[in-house]
């Protein structure tokens, strides 16, 4: 069955107020960039070595926290992320306090939302529909590469003392995003990200993965 627009804002409303009531979105991670980082070359050989490492991983998956503020409003919620290849990945966001999730995924014709209910909307454009969901074209194209502390590059980034991306700057479709990469899981081999912070005009993304499997 698919679903109008204000069905999937309502689903929003559902999903995303409730954890809001138990506390703020990802207190713990500042909304504001760091301002003193240490940076490295990038031509640093242990940095190359982890960045070869990284783009050698092609299908992964983790789960984590996402915090979403704006002049507007604010939501968080539960995620869980496969990445399979760019015209194959799918991203759940779900309450832990009740059944209500949204599923986004990505397909050779489109994307798909569907809802715990089994009601569902398609659409070529990706980006009308994320934009009518969470109010702002975040680039899902580009999340898989920054997910794992990839940059893209050609973009303006900077790899910090502990030899890992610290953070970028990037213009997707006239849009400049910031990324800053604040913590990571070093115990896995490579090393990926733990705390994310994204940040677009006045709108900021936080994300906190808790789990990587590749």
Known sequence: MKFSTSSILKACC???VIPLLNGCVLSDISDQRPTEVITIDKSDPQWQ????????????????????ISAKERFSSRFEWQYQGPQNYRLKLYST???TSLMLQRHQSGLTLTDNKGNRRSERDAKLLVREIIGTDIPLEHLAQWLKGQP??????QVGEN???AGFSY????A????????????LTPALPKDILLKHSDQTLKIRVDNWTF
């Open 14 to 16: 559902m999903l995303f």
């Open 49 to 68: 070595q982890h960045l070869s490492r990284i783009k050698a991983i092609g299908h992964y998956q983790n789960q984590g926290q996402i915090g979403y």
């Open 97 to 99: 306090v009740s059944s």
């Open 152 to 157: 893209d590059e050609n973009s303006n980034y």
């Open 163 to 165: 030899h890992y991306l």
């Open 171 to 174: 213009n997707a479709e006239g």
């Open 176 to 187: 400049l995003w910031t990324a800053d990469y604040l913590n990571y899981h070093t115990q």
